[in-house]
């Protein structure tokens, strides 16, 4: 069991737990248990929504208690979406992601359990888990649908075990490069009278360079550029534009 | 400014766009834009799907372009579902959250871009922006609708903390000028006929973007950089440099 459990409790419609399991799928989570959901299982609309995560679904356990849906596992979290005057202690959605990683490291079965998607879970059910999971949300507007829960909890779970992709390395030219780009442009404008203060000439030049440093400018964006020079200065005809 | 834009370009569905708003409001943000959706706009689907987050539709601003939608922002994200080929850093929702709080916290009008629903963003609009996006997900199976993106996105947002604030010695100039330049030099160019095959022009000019996208170019920079283009163009002599 190398990922928690997600029970969906007395769910409403087909169609969330169609998209829960999709949110579950694009996390990585294939394990689904679902107790008395309120309509036939299976159930075509709930396939109809899982774009393609249908073998999340036809991998799903089915349960007529919470009780029964949790019986193997060792670590129960309870979703809710305001604080519940219980004695447990209340994580966040990322804590939970660490804790559980920690805990399914350790060999331990773990479950997230949600409630239905109109009233939540009841007090009985919450007191089946060890800890309350809460996602910090909008205190004035708090209005997630039941795969949108899913999706966060679980999007928690899956890039806390993945350290963010190394970027993707854009190599700037070698400085030689650059530097002979600016100086054949501050040659350019010296010939075109471009420095009509000498006094700006190193401002000016200063700022350029400083901008072409912060782009990281490439070999071929440099060639480019030298391209782009030697156009405006092969004008045949009046310029087309003055500032 | 307190908060990031969000920028959908050429949403699909009216629902997807109420649910869009719905996401952005549990998360606090009540900025959204829209690039010529492709259903009548207001639009009854939408409202039905927010979800008593109507408020954020009603204040959504509608826009011809993307460039339009983005024209006062100085900092923009493209979110994309896979790595393209671009000369662009490539961040997670994560990193961006953080970078975003830093950037607004120095003064700076930041948004995210989204694409339609069934093809995402396309590589014109990409240019745009200075910083990719993407959503760690299961390699395997990516399949989050338009709604699921910006709630994550958002979410990163919401839970991220208040680093401080980044150098604000650097504002970039709002995207309008730095696209009124680079409009300008491709139409100088074209006059010199510089694309000689005129398939390369798109891949040439979304090379400049990008690497001065790149480089924040401030109002400063760019007006030095008109100064820099009309000088070479009012050439009298012949060019002191050929390449």
Redesign the interface.
């Known amino acids: 069991m190398s990922q928690p459990a997600i029970v969906l409790v007395r769910p409403q419609l087909g169609e969330n737990v169609g998209a829960t399991a ?2 579950m ?4 989570l294939t394990r689904l248990r679902l107790v008395r959901p309120r309509f036939p299982w299976p159930s075509e609309r709930a396939v109809a929504a899982a ?3 249908d073998a999340v679904l036809a991998e799903a356990s089915l349960h007529d208690t919470p009780a029964a849906a949790l019986a193997d596992l060792q670590v129960v979290y309870a979703t809710t979406a305001r604080g519940r005057d219980m004695a447990k202690p209340i994580v ?1 959605a ?1 804590e939970a992601a660490t804790l559980m990683r920690s805990q399914i490291a350790a060999g331990l079965n773990v479950g997230v359990m949600f409630g239905p998607e109109r009233t939540g879970l009841e007090n009985d059910d919450i007191t089946l888990a060890e800890t309350l999971v809460t ?4 205190p004035h ?4 649908n039941l ?2 829960a899913v ?2 909890v679980a ?1 928690e779970w ?2 806390s075990g ?1 350290p ?2 190394a ?2 390395d ?1 190599p700037p030219a070698p400085k030689e490069e650059l530097f002979a780009f600016v100086d ?2 501050e ?3 010296l ?4 420095f009509r203060e000498p006094t700006m000439r190193p401002t ?1 030049m200063r ?2 360079r400083n ?2 440093q ?5 070999s ?2 440099l060639r ?12 045949k ?1 009046p ?5």
């Open positions: 999709r949110a799928l694009n996390c990585g774009s393609g995560a966040t990322r996602i910090p949300l909008n507007y708090m209005s997630l795969a949108q999706l966060l999007y899956h890039t993945n963010p992709p970027r993707a854009i054949r442009l040659q350019v404008l010939d075109k009278d471009f000016i700022n350029l901008m072409w912060r782009a990281g400018a490439t071929q964006e480019t550029l030298h391209g782009v020079v030697s156009a405006l200065l092969g004008a005809g310029p087309s534009w003055k500032q």
